[in-house]
């Protein structure tokens, strides 16, 4: 029999679903980035962080790079870069270093920044790509193209719990747009003009050996010998969703029912 106690039931039941729903269709991620590199190592401009659907392509081995890509291999700056992808509907920030040397949000060895990003279907935003440029060099930059991106969260939307993606200086590509002499490069005090090149991309020669003796404005000379860890990027979910205040709307919508039913 359908009674007003029935009644009261379903609904309640009805707004708990729709809660349920709602705090699982949405989710925030925090994005770490750390620069392993020792006190004469490399430095790192923004990290241009990407979670998107699985189609989105920077650039592609032996392509000639984009001038969104070029933009950053170059200057260091991932607005481009992550305007592409949010026009393709992808959710992006970049993480900018609380420091920098000379007032530069770059990532000086052995620092560490973070990004917070909300993504209201983590069904459509599964993946993750990064980019960021290696300073002082011409056109290095490090990044994952679109064949080895990260499945952040799987198909119906959980988090994967994806470990720590570390980064070697082997693994850095060069855009192919300017000889990596130093010469004219962002962050390198070697002074001149850069040489511009129609090359394509390609992993950067020698581990970045090239950039040994370079000296940067933060007083340091690069000092590399081996593969070396340039990066670690490590992901993790935000504790309380970003959809929670929905459920919890849910919830006490529920509550108020229980009330008017005492009353009654």
Same mark, same amino acid.
């Given at each position: 029999?359908?009674?007003? =106690? ?6 309640? #039941?009805?707004?708990?679903?729709? !809660? &349920? ?27 241009? #962080?990407?979670?998107?659907? $699985? ?6 081995? !032996? ?36 420091? !920098?040397? $000379? ?20 069904? #459509?935003? =599964?993946?993750?790509?990064?980019? @960021? &440029?290696?300073?002082? #060099? ?45 010469? $004219? ?5 070697? !002074?001149? @003009? ?30 590399? @010998?081996? =593969? ?14 970003? @959809? ?7 919830? $006490?919508?529920?509550?108020?029912? =229980? ?6």
């Amino acid at each position: 029999m359908f009674t007003k =106690r029935t009644a009261r039931l379903s609904a309640a #039941s009805t707004v708990l679903s729709i !809660g &349920m729903v709602a705090a699982a269709s949405a989710a925030s991620v925090q994005i770490s980035i750390t620069n392993n590199q020792a006190a004469d190592g490399v430095y790192l401009t923004p990290l241009a #962080s990407i979670l998107h659907n $699985g189609s989105f392509d920077s650039f592609d081995r !032996g392509v000639a790079a984009s001038a969104s890509v070029e933009l950053l291999a170059e200057e260091g700056d991932p607005s481009l870069v992550l305007g592409d992808a949010a026009a393709a509907g992808a959710v992006t920030g970049a993480i900018l270093a609380p420091g !920098g040397f $000379g007032g530069a949000p770059v990532l000086d060895p052995g620092e560490t920044a973070s990004i917070q990003l909300d993504v209201a279907d983590p069904t #459509s935003n =599964r993946f993750f790509s990064f980019l @960021s &440029m290696v300073i002082p #060099s011409n056109d290095v930059f490090i990044g994952n193209d679109n064949s080895m991106a990260y499945e952040v969260f799987n198909a119906i939307g959980e988090f994967t719990g994806i470990g720590p993606i570390l980064v070697y200086s082997d693994e850095a590509w060069d855009a192919g747009t300017e000889v990596n002499n130093g010469s $004219g490069a962002p962050f390198n005090t070697a !002074g001149g @003009s850069p040489i511009e090149t129609d090359g394509v991309v390609v992993g950067a020669a020698d581990n970045l050996f090239f950039l040994n003796g370079q000296n940067t404005p933060a007083g340091t000379t690069i000092d590399l @010998s081996g =593969r070396t860890l340039l990066a670690t990027i490590e992901i993790s979910q935000v504790p309380v969703p970003a @959809s929670l205040p929905l459920l919890l709307v849910g919830l $006490g919508g529920i509550g108020l029912m =229980r009330r008017r039913r005492a009353r009654g």
